[in-house]
Every structure is written in C-alpha cells, then in structure tokens.
C-alpha cells in the first residue's frame, strides 16, 4: 500500500534552516509528481510546493519563493523540502503527497520561535 513518511521537522530560531525528507513507497514514485503541504492550526491545508515526474519543473506558493527548494530523488523514492530564512509564520505540520493519490503521511512538526 502506498506510504508517506515526513521527518527533518523541529523547532528552530527565525532565519534558521531546516530540510524536510518524504519517504515513499507503495507506488511507481518517478511516475507522479510530488507536493508539500502544510497546515496551521486552526487553518486548512495549504499546497506549498510541487515538483513533477517528468522534467522536474518546480512551482511554490509565493509566501515561500526564493526561500524554499523542492527536489527529488527518483533513486531512492524521496522528496525534500529545503527551508532557509524560516519565519514564525511557516509553522506548520508539512506534509508530502503523490498528486492523484489520496494517501496522506502523519506529517512532520515544524516550529519557528524566538
């Protein structure tokens, strides 16, 4: 069955980085593009970043341009998410997930706080 396993989260200082790690399994991973969420109590869940199957190509939501890189290991089944320059407002449970899929990880804490 297809799993999702987020880890790399943690409490970090504003303008610290951290890199967030999906391991997948369960599914052909290179055939799928793949996204990061995240959720904020109290809010609905927000798609953050996007990297497809095919070429690679990236898309982000604006609050996290130039700050944030997703990539993929095709190899070993990963998807990253580097975060630098983290701002309180990034706190979240981030979630990785295969668009087309309705799987879901338990997702990974992540906390910026002075």
């Known amino acids: 069955q297809v799993q999702l396993v987020e880890s790399g989260g943690g409490l970090v200082q504003p303008g610290e980085s951290l890199r967030l790690s999906c391991a997948a399994s369960?599914?052909?991973?290179?055939?799928?593009?793949m996204s990061w969420y995240r959720q904020c109590p109290g809010k609905e869940r927000e798609l953050v970043a996007t990297?497809?199957?095919?070429?690679?190509?990236?898309n982000y939501v604006d609050s996290v341009k130039g700050r944030f890189t997703i990539s993929r290991d095709n190899a070993n089944d990963r998807v990253y998410l580097q975060m630098n320059s983290l701002k309180p407002e990034d706190t979240a449970v981030y979630y990785c997930?295969?668009?087309?899929?309705?799987?879901w990880g338990q997702g990974t804490q992540v906390t910026v706080s002075s």
């Open positions: 997930k295969a668009v087309g899929k309705t799987y």
């Open positions: 369960g599914f052909t991973f290179n055939r799928y593009t």
């Open positions: 990297i497809s199957s095919a070429d690679g190509r990236t």
